[in-house]
C-alpha cells in the first residue's frame, strides 16, 4: 500500500499555508496467475510518483502476449516520465501512441511476436483532484463515489457491440462465447484510438482499474460490495483477486485500487 501527496503550488502572493492545495492518494496492488493458467500475462504499472496507475492485459499466446504488455508498460512509463509538464489527457494519449507503435515495431521485428497485443487501461490524477482515465480493449475503470457505483470505461469488444445493439442481454454476457474477442486492442496497429473520460475525484473516492480476469468471474455488484466492506486499499485489492479465484479464477487477474484521503 502506498500513500502519495500531491501539492499543487499556491497563486503568487499566497503563503503555502492558505492556499496550497494538498492532494493525498493511497493505492495498492496486485496481480495473480488464476487458477488455469502457466503465466501470467498482466503488466501493472504502479507509479504514485507520477500519481498514474496502468493495467495491461497481453494477448497473442503464452509468451507473445506477456512480451506486448511488458513493453506497453515500459512505454508508457517512458512517455510519463518525459511528458510531465503536458495535461494529463495529453499525456495519456501520448503514452498509449508511444506504447502502440512499440509492440507493433517489435512484432514487426520477430515472427514469433506476430499478432500480439495488449488491453490498456490507465488513470492520472491532477494536483487539482480531476483524474482522467484512458483505455482501449476490455480492462476496465469504475469509480466508487459514496454508494454510487461508476463505469468509467466501456468494453471495447465484439460482444459489447452487441448489447449495445440490444442482440443481446448484459446478464449472458459473462458467459457468452465471444466473451474476449476484441474491437479494439493495442498493438495489432501502429497507431491507437483511446477513449479517455475525466472527472473529480472527492475525498473518499475510491477508483479501481482491474483486466478482465476480475470482472469475468465476478459481477459489479460482488466487486462493488467488497470495495465498500474493505475500506483499506490493500486488503480491498486481496479480497478482489479472492473473489475471482472463488468464481473460477480462469484468468490471470489485475487489480489496482486508488483512494483519495485528503
Known amino acids: 500500500m502506498t500513500l502519495q501527496r500531491i501539492f499543487r503550488p499556491a497563486p503568487a502572493g499566497a503563503s503555502c499555508e492558505d492556499s496550497a492545495t494538498r492532494l493525498a492518494l493511497c493505492s495498492a496492488h496486485?496481480?495473480?496467475?488464476?487458477?488455469?493458467?502457466?503465466?501470467n500475462q498482466d503488466v501493472v504499472l504502479h507509479r504514485p510518483d507520477l500519481a498514474t496507475w496502468s493495467v495491461f492485459d497481453g494477448m497473442g499466446g503464452t509468451s507473445a502476449g506477456d512480451v506486448a504488455a511488458r513493453i506497453?508498460?515500459?512505454?508508457?512509463?517512458?512517455?510519463?516520465?518525459?511528458?510531465?509538464?503536458?495535461?494529463?489527457?495529453?499525456?495519456?494519449?501520448?503514452?498509449l501512441a508511444h506504447a502502440a507503435a512499440r509492440v507493433y515495431q517489435e512484432a514487426q521485428n520477430h515472427w514469433a511476436w506476430r499478432g500480439m497485443g495488449t488491453t490498456a487501461v490507465l488513470c492520472h490524477v491532477e494536483p487539482s483532484g480531476v483524474f482522467h482515465v484512458a483505455h482501449i480493449g476490455d480492462s476496465r475503470a469504475y469509480l466508487l463515489h459514496g454508494?454510487?457505483?461508476?463505469?468509467?470505461?466501456?468494453?471495447?469488444?465484439?460482444?459489447?457491440?452487441?448489447?449495445?445493439?440490444?442482440?443481446?442481454?448484459?446478464?449472458?454476457?459473462?458467459?457468452?462465447?465471444?466473451?474476449?474477442?476484441?474491437?479494439?486492442?493495442?498493438?495489432h496497429h501502429p497507431e491507437v484510438s483511446p477513449d479517455i473520460a475525466s472527472r473529480a475525484m472527492a475525498i473518499g473516492d475510491?477508483?479501481?482499474?482491474?483486466?478482465?480476469?476480475?470482472?469475468?468471474?465476478?459481477?459489479?455488484?460482488?466487486?462493488?460490495?467488497?470495495?465498500?466492506?474493505?475500506r483499506d486499499p490493500q486488503i480491498a485489492v486481496d479480497?478482489?483477486?479472492?473473489?475471482?479465484?472463488?468464481g473460477g479464477g480462469g484468468d490471470n487477474v489485475s487489480v489496482v485500487v486508488i483512494d483519495r484521503v485528503a
Open 30 to 39: 496486485a496481480s495473480h496467475v488464476g487458477r488455469r493458467r502457466s503465466s
Open 72 to 95: 506497453a508498460c515500459q512505454a508508457t512509463a517512458d512517455t510519463l516520465e518525459a511528458t510531465v509538464d503536458l495535461p494529463g489527457p495529453s499525456r495519456l494519449r501520448g503514452a
Open 147 to 187: 454508494q454510487t457505483w461508476i463505469a468509467l470505461t466501456r468494453d471495447h469488444s465484439v460482444l459489447q457491440d452487441l448489447i449495445d445493439q440490444g442482440r443481446i442481454h448484459q446478464d449472458a454476457a459473462r458467459r457468452h462465447p465471444m466473451q474476449n474477442v476484441l474491437s479494439r486492442s493495442l498493438g
Open 206 to 230: 475510491r477508483i479501481l482499474l482491474c483486466s478482465d480476469g476480475l470482472t469475468s468471474y465476478a459481477s459489479d455488484a460482488e466487486i462493488c460490495r467488497v470495495l465498500m466492506r474493505r
Open 239 to 246: 479480497a478482489l483477486i479472492k473473489l475471482a479465484l472463488h
